[in-house]
């Protein structure tokens, strides 16, 4: 609460993960991905009673690589964060500080937010061009990974969650999310080897990671996951999950399960 937090003498900052004043919010670094932006950094600032608004202190960059997914870069900028927090507090005490107003920024392009992600937000539109596709994957993996729904030639439909995409300039005539090749490994830990996919024009990609997360049960689901990525497609469309994914063990390596309707 802001009486708490207005108590220091000093002032109280927050280390965030954007360049603020972009991406203010609760998910600064899947957004700068998934935007397909090529920089992004941390910030140190004093608090204030709008979100993400205060005063900057300190500012970091770093680009974003092309192989960088949310993961990649939260670990590289954990570091650079941790040694930046340090230097704040020895600049605050120093009195050097020298405080940004956010507004007084200038800024070529419009403000964007960072609002939480949710189950909807992950879910992809392979009618979407072949780079957003590509970025939305790379801005939620490894947690909580970009997911779609694959149906099986006789209509029954499985989960998946999508790691790592690589695109793949190709002019052709697939539908959308429909399916060229594919491989199953590692029991239930299903990994679809130069899966090719129509997402806009004149454009293909590969999903090189790709785990099954609901389906049915038991012996019925082993034998389902290992069938249901033979002949089949992805769907584009609203899913149809029943409930939350839960935890089911065995053959091997355990995997999220729940009941398609």
């Known amino acids: 609460p802001e009486v708490v937090w207005n108590m220091p003498p000093m002032g109280t900052f927050n280390l965030h993960a954007s360049l603020l004043p972009q991406y203010r919010g609760a998910a600064p670094l899947n957004w700068a991905i998934i935007n397909g932006d090529t920089e992004t950094g941390i910030t140190t600032f004093f608090l204030k009673h709008e ?3 205060g005063e900057i202190i300190q500012q970091r960059r770093i680009p ?13 900028l954990m570091v650079l964060g941790a040694d930046m927090v340090v230097e704040t507090v020895d600049a605050i005490l120093a009195g050097t500080v020298k405080p940004i107003d956010q507004e007084s920024i200038q800024t070529d392009e419009p403000l964007r937010p960072a609002p939480k992600i949710f189950k909807d937000t992950c879910h992809i539109d392979w009618s979407k061009p072949c780079i957003q596709i590509h970025n939305l994957v790379r801005g939620l993996s490894p947690y909580p990974a970009a997911w779609c729904e694959w149906v099986s030639s006789d209509g029954n439909r499985v989960s998946v969650k999508i790691f790592r995409t690589t695109p793949v300039p190709a002019a052709h005539h697939f539908e959308p999310g429909s399916r060229m090749r594919a491989a199953l490994h590692q029991g239930l830990e299903a990994e679809l080897q130069r899966v090719r996919h129509h997402a806009g024009q004149g454009a293909a990609f590969h999903t090189d990671e790709v785990e099954p997360v609901t389906a049915l049960s038991g012996d019925l689901f082993q034998s389902y996951v290992q069938d249901a990525l033979g002949d089949g497609h992805f769907v584009h469309d609203a899913p149809m999950l029943a409930q939350s994914p839960r935890r089911v063990k065995g053959f091997g390596k355990s995997c999220h399960s ?4």
């Open 51 to 53: 979100i993400d608004t």
């Open 258 to 261: 729940a009941q398609i309707m």
């Open 64 to 76: 974003i690589l092309p192989e960088d997914n949310v993961g990649t870069i939260h670990d590289k």
